[in-house]
């Protein structure tokens, strides 16, 4: 898996935009971009994956630079309850790496009043 | 909820001792990885199983084991603990042998070697 860098921490008012940033810019062709979020301890939760082209769920978005070196995952309106820490991870999953997952240490995102 | 069930939730234990841990995947779901987290490793992959065969394996100690059963629930065994051994440890599966498709992670079985 390629190297992913995060902001340590983060905050965003809620109702507001969160912005999560990552760098990965030795990603290779066939690596996707996920992000996982956990929220305090409890098991971690899909958000959206991505290859080159910017998706959108119902839970985020994801913006990812032409060149594949960074990406941004954009929780459109955020809530108390997203509070939690956002692992960016680039991985081939579905060829030698499977479906295991190289969890970095993410960024904290707290959502204040 | 993930549809993921993980048993025991809290386990307690001395070192020296061996423990089994229990994992359910989701219905259908025939892939499930086992995952370790601690203060200073963050999560780390240790091993996953397909259909009852291992498919992958991470970092995992020689002191661990794990199969996958004819019914698709999994156990994680833990043997000769050491203080070290004392983290969150996650099970997650998804639908096939590990492609780019999301995991499901349960809401794991925190141990403790005292």
């Known amino acids: 898996d390629a190297k992913t860098t995060q902001p340590t921490s983060m905050d965003c008012a809620e109702g507001r935009a969160a912005n999560l940033p990552c760098n990965h810019s030795?990603?290779?062709?066939?690596?996707?971009v996920y992000w996982y979020r956990q929220i305090h301890s409890q098991g971690p939760q899909y958000i959206i994956h991505?290859?080159?082209n910017n998706e959108t769920n119902e839970m985020a978005s994801l913006i990812i630079t032409e060149d594949r070196k960074s990406s941004t995952l954009i929780l459109p309106h955020a809530t108390l309850r997203d509070t939690a820490v956002y692992y960016c991870?680039?991985?081939?999953?579905?060829?030698?790496?499977?479906?295991?997952?190289?969890f970095g240490q993410g960024t904290i995102l707290t959502v204040h009043p | 909820d993930s549809g993921v069930t993980q048993t025991p939730k809290h386990l307690i234990t001395a070192t020296g001792q061996r423990v089994t841990l229990r994992c359910s995947p989701r219905?259908?779901?025939?892939?499930v990885y086992w995952y370790q987290q601690s203060l200073d490793q963050g999560l780390q992959f240790l091993i996953q199983?397909?259909?009852?065969?291992?498919?992958a394996k991470g970092n995992i100690l020689e002191r661990f084991s794990a199969q996958q059963f004819p019914d698709l629930h999994s156990e994680l065994n833990l043997s000769s603990l050491e203080l070290g051994d004392s983290a969150l440890y996650f099970c997650?599966?998804?639908?096939?042998?590990?492609?780019?498709?999301?995991?499901?992670f349960g809401s794991g079985t925190q141990l403790s070697v005292l």
């Open positions: 997650a599966s998804s639908p096939s042998r590990g492609g780019n498709e999301k995991l499901f």
């Open positions: 219905s259908g779901d025939l892939s």
């Open positions: 030795t990603i290779s062709g066939n690596e996707y």
């Open positions: 199983y397909y259909n009852g065969e291992e498919r």
């Open positions: 991870i680039a991985s081939n999953a579905g060829g030698t790496s499977y479906g295991k997952l190289t």
């Open positions: 991505g290859l080159k």
